[in-house]
Nanobody, 131 residues
Framework: VQLVESGGGLVQAGGSLRLSCAVSGFIFDDYGIGWFRQAPGKEREGVACLSTSDGSAYYEDSVKGRFVIRADGAKNTVYMEMGMLKPEDTAVYYC?????????????????????????WGQGTQVTVSS
C-alpha cells in the first residue's frame, strides 16, 4: 500500500485548501482512510476518517463544519476539503489506512492507541495558515 499526499500550502486565515491522498496497492473495499495532522511540538492527532464501505465520515470536533472528507473511488483518491482555516490548523497533514476500518470509534478512543490502528502512512503535506 502506498499513499501520497498533496495540496498543502500557505493560505490566509479564513481561506480554503483541498488536500489529496492518492492510494495505490489495494482496491477500495472496506477500509478506513484517515487524515491526521501534527503541529510542531505536538502529538499527531486524527482529523477525519472515511469508511470506504459505506462512505460514512467522522471528524474531530475542532474541524466539524469546516472540513469534509470524501473519496473518488475511480481515482483511488481521498480528498479533504478544508474551509474557514485557522492559524491553529497549521500542521503537516498525513493520510493513512486502517485495514480494520475502525473509523466509527476513532474519535472516542485513546489517541496513542488509534495511531497504531493505521498501517500505512503517506509522507505528509505542509499546511500553513497565516493570521
Amino acid at each position: 500500500v502506498q499513499l501520497v499526499e498533496s495540496g498543502g500550502g500557505l493560505v490566509q486565515a479564513g481561506g480554503s485548501l483541498r488536500l489529496s491522498c492518492a492510494v495505490s496497492g489495494f482496491i477500495f473495499d472496506d477500509y478506513g482512510i484517515g487524515w491526521f495532522r501534527q503541529a510542531p511540538g505536538k502529538e499527531r492527532e486524527g482529523v477525519a476518517c472515511l469508511s470506504t464501505s459505506d462512505g460514512s465520515a467522522y471528524y474531530e470536533d475542532s474541524v466539524k463544519g469546516r472540513f469534509v472528507i470524501r473519496a473518488d473511488g475511480a481515482k483511488n483518491t481521498v480528498y479533504m476539503e478544508m474551509g474557514m482555516l485557522k492559524p491553529e490548523d497549521t500542521a503537516v497533514y498525513y493520510c493513512a489506512v486502517d485495514l480494520a476500518n475502525r473509523c466509527s470509534t476513532m474519535f472516542h478512543s485513546d489517541r496513542a492507541y488509534v495511531l497504531k490502528w493505521f498501517d500505512s502512512w503517506g509522507q505528509g503535506t505542509q499546511v500553513t495558515v497565516s493570521s
